[in-house]
């Protein structure tokens, strides 16, 4: 067992004075962490997957049967911060991914790579979202085909281009991989990572790598007003934590076949922000936490009213047991993060990012 | 009137050791010659689009009313190569173009962008290929949704994403697109190139650059027998050179409304490759060249045989009339190459180039 890593995540947030609520120790110690607990070894490569050299000697050397590829830029405003932060994006993403392809091709062609995708690369179709593909009836004839993508952010199109990259990679060459189409993760420990502090994970509460839920429920603690964009009537799939490893697990442990590309649809429930805000506020209330939830205007170009109806049943085929979101789970969210009370950042709090800026630097003088 | 170019098709070639059958003029030469046939003055721009500071300076100086963007890497073949080739191709026109929606954005943000895309992008699906949308009925809802694609190459693949960016700086940004979604050209002139020896464009013919029926004229004239990649069923949409610069024409005199993603398939026939070459043996030989036909192992991953029925009105409503191909034109085309006869690079002829390499490095011992 590997990991790579190039610590992309940690200077991001240097970059934007921001920080993981739980702190999040150094490798080696997490490694040494869990070498303690589990009696397993982790070997370690620091580097970045853009790096052909580097990622083609980690391929070599590990002839992996199995990637986990979760060495992505992941947050949807970072990447529409600037014209900078979107290049970064798209070149990380989709370059750093075609370099793994072509490295499993020619080292490790029997590799599963199993790769983290977004329900976002859908967006909100006014039709039922299938798992990757859908059947097409079209003047009398029939096809079933990659499933049209209507993605929100310039994020969220880096992970529309690697799902068309690895499909053709799986479609040319006859690899093998599974793309997790992920909705938004909330919660902050595992069975694994709750045997010892150093293994605690990250929990992102800042405008550009936190997630809703886990957002609402820090603002609580923290006595902000939970910031509902908009109407808040936008709907997206959502998984706890620990159901994320449990997919991942499942997908290991039953590959795709040789050229096949897999797509599943990665969440449990669906809820619209309105729904959680009003969650969060009803269990932060029985925890002694009064807040306000604030319709802010909203930093994001998307429909805040619309059909929202994705197919999820290929996981729970494989096994998939949810832990579903419900009060109890949110009032313990609440509690963890007031023992990091002290730790919160104020200012990285409210959105910033806006989708369209209002004034472009020039085109007020066009 | 101004022109942007890096000179990155001469460089290619230069690496490959190939050329252009007709002798392409320095950038300089050939704006003097345009001069003085046409009156008329065009601005050059000698730089890389991935080069966002140059690219800045260009949008800034020059507040495009309309920009036709070619630059990108145009080669399948070169595209699949290489590691390094594949990702110099999506590097160069994923973010390439992606700089430009930026900088359009912040200083020209009423600029038409006329992108040429390719009808490489649908692939061969079973069914009818619309217009870059198609409406799906699922499950009692309906939605026009972007066509969906099964590029052949890592070079189609860098134009999928090239119009999923594109399509999302329209959405988001208002900003006004049209795809012009090309078949495979053929011919060596037009009007204007004409008029002067110095006006003359680019006609490859290597593997590389080369396309279908352009590499079976010449194959005719120097006596190689024509290159049919397997059964040769494979179809495609093609045109004209002079049909392209019409559509290119219509395409900015009539822009796209703001916020709009236009796509055209711009092509006027589709042929099979057997057919192209069953063409140009029967021009061939009614000017004296016997020629065989020969059936390569074909050196792609493609369909041979296939349902191919795309749709291709809009760019007609708009005005465009057709230069069909025939004998005569295939005649004239084999005339012009025979007097460029002693240029002809005969190893750049034969398909080198593999979608699916045989014995990757390393796979053999895995």
């Known amino acids: 067992m590997s990991v790579v890593d190039n610590f992309s995540r940690r200077e991001w947030h240097k970059r934007n004075g921001t920080d993981s609520l739980t702190p999040i120790r150094g490798l080696d110690e997490r490694i040494s962490a869990w070498r303690e607990v589990s009696g397993n070894e982790i070997a370690s490569y620091v580097g970045a997957i853009e790096d052909a050299e580097f990622l083609e000697r980690v391929i070599v050397e590990t002839k992996p049967e199995a990637v986990i590829h979760y ?4 947050s949807a405003p970072f990447s ?57 009836e079209h003047k009398g004839r029939k096809d079933t085909l990659p499933f049209p993508k209507l993605p929100g952010s310039l994020y969220h199109l880096s992970k529309v281009h690697d799902s068309h990259n690895i499909h053709f990679a799986c479609r040319i060459w006859g690899l093998r991989s599974t793309d997790l189409n992920q909705g938004v993760v909330y919660g902050i420990e595992t069975d694994e990572t709750a045997q010892d502090e150093r293994l605690c994970t990250r929990f992102d509460y800042d405008e550009w790598f936190g997630t809703v839920l886990n957002r609402f429920c820090l603002q609580a603690v923290v006595g902000h007003p939970l910031t509902v964009y908009g109407k808040g009537g936008q709907t997206r799939g959502f998984l706890n934590i620990r159901d994320t490893l449990q997919c991942v697990e499942l997908a290991v442990e039953n590959p795709a076949d040789a050229g096949e590309f897999r797509v599943f649809n990665q969440f449990t429930e669906q809820f619209s922000v309105s729904q959680l805000a009003e969650l969060v506020q009803r ?64 200012s990285a709090i409210d959105p910033r990012t806006q989708w369209k800026p209002a004034s472009p630097a020039g085109a007020a003088t066009s």
Chains 1, 2 share one sequence.
């Open 80 to 136: 529409m911060a600037s014209r900078e932060q979107a290049v970064e994006t798209q070149y990380t993403n989709v370059i750093g991914t075609l370099n793994l392809l072509f490295f499993l091709r020619d080292h490790a062609p029997d590799c599963h790579l199993v790769k983290l995708g977004t329900m976002g690369e859908y967006g909100t179709p006014n039709i039922d979202i299938e798992e990757g593909y859908i059947e097409i």
């Open 283 to 346: 269990s932060a209330a029985e925890v002694g936490f009064e807040i306000d939830i604030d319709h802010v205007e909203n930093p994001r170009v998307e429909l805040e009213e619309h059909y929202y109806n994705p197919v999820h049943t290929k996981l729970l085929d494989l096994g998939l047991k949810p832990s579903y979101l419900g009060d109890e789970l949110v009032r313990s969210m609440l509690k963890t993060i007031e023992r990091q009370r002290e730790r919160v950042i104020d």
């Open 71 to 74: 060495g992505e830029q992941a």
